[in-house]
């Protein structure tokens, strides 16, 4: 069975400081996709990120970078120099490619909060 | 600015009543998806629709009713509720119809309240 597991459960920086939300997965399937997603205090859901079990590359855009590790079954995602606008529970999430199929499982979320 | 409308955005109800909730995307996404999200959890995945048609049901209570008029709507229609299905109701869509393996774009969400 899939699972995710977000063990941050809430995150507390000072603005400009460097963050790492944490996120490992469980899967016995080989061929799987990981996603980040944003929420901010309005609701909607913002995609972030999508890496295939196959691209262990590690992705920069911006402040943001992720950093996927098959070895660990981890796929971390650091902010650097933080902003307030940062703010937001931030969910990992993970889809098995051949089964359970057209189900993300999503972790339990990671709240970040950026002090001024 | 999302790309995925939701209206209501806030939906009061009582028991015995019923109502709709739309959602609306101009992408050309072929599947569209119903996710529930209580405060302070993830979103719980209710149905997928994929090219109009109804893929997953997530064995979700019958008084939660998904209707896909065209590609472009997703409507879910509710009656005889319950207070413990007050939560924020979001619809998303997804270009991947293989699904499973594409990101998803997500509305803001309605936000109801049972009564």
């Known amino acids: 069975a899939q699972k995710v597991t977000q063990a941050q459960t809430e995150i507390s920086v000072v603005e400009k400081e460097d963050v790492t939300l944490d996120c490992v997965y469980e899967t016995r399937d080989t061929t799987y996709y990981l996603f980040w997603y944003k929420q901010p205090p309005s609701g909607e859901l913002v995609f972030l990120i999508r890496r295939n079990s196959f691209d262990e590359q590690n992705e920069i855009s911006g402040r943001y970078s992720w950093n996927f590790q098959k070895s660990t079954s981890s796929f971390n995602f650091t902010i650097t120099a933080s902003q307030v606008v940062d703010s937001a529970v931030y969910f990992c999430?993970?889809?098995?490619?051949?089964?359970?199929?057209?189900?993300?499982?999503f972790g339990d979320g990671t709240t970040l909060t950026v002090k001024p | 600015d999302t790309e995925v409308t939701q209206t209501p955005k806030h939906l009061v109800m009582g028991m015995t009543n019923k109502k709709s909730l739309k959602c609306e995307q101009h992408?050309?996404?072929?599947?569209m998806y119903w996710y529930k999200q209580k405060a302070k959890k993830p979103p719980e995945l209710m149905f997928v629709?994929?090219?109009?048609?109804?893929?997953i049901n997530e064995s979700v209570p019958s008084r939660f009713s998904p209707e896909c008029p065209n590609s472009s709507l997703l409507n879910l229609h509710l009656h005889a509720l319950q207070p413990e299905d007050s939560a924020l109701y979001l619809c998303a869509s997804s270009p991947y119809i293989r699904l499973n393996t594409g990101e998803l774009f997500f509305g803001e969400g309605s936000r109801l309240t049972v009564l």
């Open positions: 999430a993970l889809s098995e490619a051949n089964t359970n199929a057209g189900k993300s499982t």
């Open positions: 992408m050309g996404h072929r599947a």
């Open positions: 629709y994929s090219y109009e048609k109804l893929s």
